[in-house]
């Protein structure tokens, strides 16, 4: 967040848009944070360019001497979306030796993910960069198909990226609500809880510390086929 305030307001400064752009850009970056929080109590989300939109009004209302050219709009585009890719992700324990057990089984696998301020496009580079598409055949975004988990159409979207029935796939994930519940309600076959936010109102087929043991653990339970 520092970095992307910083090189924001050094772009606007150097538009023209004054002294005050220091104290701007935070409240730009945050009121399009709030357009995110109110489309995500519906369930649904905006798209990359929405977002991107949503700083760039606000930076207008409040700077509007700003000078607009291609350089400051392509700086915009960096500093809300390419933040993603700054730093290499951190990897969950567990998650490459697992994803290749499942792949060895013949699954197809594909990362459903709500996203922050950063579409996912420029997430999924950062992991592609990593290696991830070695196991990983669609990325399912919220940004892309505007439904936020535990809204229907996300879960629906992989589905059909899939070529999948519900009732012939598990949803691993790790928040009870959007996860579980998500994926109970569009009437996957197992839904796994992995990690420690478990609630007792909502009660996963299968919960796990952790990855380690995930593809075991489901051809244990009679999911997986050998």
């Known amino acids: 967040m520092r970095r992307r305030e910083a090189r924001l307001t050094a772009a606007y400064e150097r538009a023209g848009a004054g002294p005050g752009a220091a104290e701007a850009v935070p409240r730009a970056i945050r009121h399009a944070i709030d357009a995110l929080v109110v489309a995500h109590q519906s369930n649904i989300d905006l798209s990359g360019e929405d ?13 509007p001497d700003t000078v607009e050219d291609d350089d400051l709009r392509a700086e915009l585009i960096r500093s809300v979306c390419e933040s993603a890719s700054w730093e290499p992700p951190d990897l969950i324990e567990g998650v490459e030796q697992e994803l290749e057990q499942l792949k060895q089984r013949g699954l197809r696998l594909a990362v459903v993910s709500n996203t922050g301020l950063a579409p996912g496009r420029y997430v999924e580079r950062a992991l592609v960069s990593r290696g991830f598409d070695r196991w990983i055949n669609h990325w399912i975004w919220s940004d892309d198909v505007l439904s936020w988990k535990p809204g229907q159409a996300i879960f629906e979207a992989a589905l ?3 070529g999948a029935s519900a009732n012939d796939t598990a949803f691993v994930g790790d928040t009870p609500e959007a ?7 569009a009437g996957f076959a197992a839904s796994v809880l992995v990690g420690n936010k478990g609630e007792d109102a909502i009660v996963p087929d299968i919960e796990l510390p952790s990855l380690t043991g995930l593809a075991d653990e489901l051809s244990a339970r009679g999911y997986l086929r050998d």
């Open 51 to 63: 977002r991107v939109n949503a700083v760039h009004r606000s930076m207008l209302e409040q700077c």
């Open 179 to 185: 996860d579980i519940l998500g994926s109970r309600y």
């Open 160 to 162: 059909q990226a899939l």
